[in-house]
């Protein structure tokens, strides 16, 4: 059977006004608007209005609104991917604690690219957000300049910045990396080897690499060419890592991770090698994902207080809007979470050099 086409308009309803709400409710527009935006207005006017706006699925009209209130109501984010948990987390409770002050959230993702976040961030303004969430202290310097002269208040999270005008919600990545560092260390580890996220513009994983340094140069130690291989957070990327970095003679007896995802990667490509973990090789990680602690063995890692550092950022931006004082810097603590991948060198792989016996 042959289809007919018909070039007949479908009929749209007429969207409901402001002024059909005040007449429903029979108040003003000016009561309406009161009621809406979360003014003081008295019973029984006040239920009166909410009950039309419900019977006639009235939606305030966002663009009069920021025209009136000079604000939009809504807050950006950029973050490098959503293909992470330890972002998605962040955004739910960004976007919880912004809606509890109804807020709205906008997001946006760089892939790890300061000329896509550069653009992003161009575009969420445009778009009328009120402030701006960052990932880490890696933006280029002209959309930093530009947030700073329109006044939008932005914050960065993950990461701590000297600039102490801007405002920042994170920790020490360096410190924290150093930290998972001195464990293998005092665990009799010598031989130790990085699987790193990839550093081209992530401030955050170059931090960690060079935390790692500090922590086994204090030891009197480097960290060679061979044994440093930097890696996409995915786990195909990281079993490929750790296969490089296992073709090394000799072979490292411990691995630092940049995240729990190039960790995760680690374990499964050290059971594909036939590798026993711990007791043939170490593996930490870095966030505590959830599943961190479900993994066999259970991975050592280290926490990152991921609820608290996004909610609290969120709670700075609503400061600096309502034009209050805010701390400009916030200080997180990283935690060492021990589990059941890190173990004692086995005996006899303690030195640098060392080999295994035959």
Known sequence: MRQRSSNARIPVARRPRIEDVAAAARVSTATVSRVLNGQAVREPAR??????????????NAGARALTLHRTGTVGAIVP??????????IDALQRRLAQDRLQLLIATSDYDTAAEDVQGRTLVARGVDALVLCG???????LDFLRRRGLP?????????????LSVGFDNRRAMARAARHLLELGHRRIAMLAGVTRDN?????????ARDALRSARLSLPAERIVERRYTLA???DGLRQLMS???????????????AFGALIEAHHLGLRVPEQLSIIGFDDLELARHVSPALTTMRVPSETMWTLAAERLIGALRGEPVPRRTELEVELIVRESTARVPVGLSRPGSSPRR
């Open 154 to 166: 932005f914050v960065h999270v993950m990461t701590l910045g000297n600039d102490e005008t801007d």
């Open 237 to 239: 990327d990281a079993r």
């Open 203 to 211: 401030d955050r994983a170059r931090a960690r690499v060079e935390g």
């Open 81 to 90: 991917t959503l293909d992470n948990a330890i972002f998605a987390k962040a």
């Open 137 to 143: 202290h890696g933006q280029r310097p002209p959309l």
């Open 248 to 262: 090394a003679r000799p072979r490292p007896t411990a691995v630092l991770c940049g995240n729990d995802v190039l």
């Open 47 to 60: 239920s009166r209005v909410h009950a039309a706006v419900a019977a006639l699925g009235y939606v305030p």
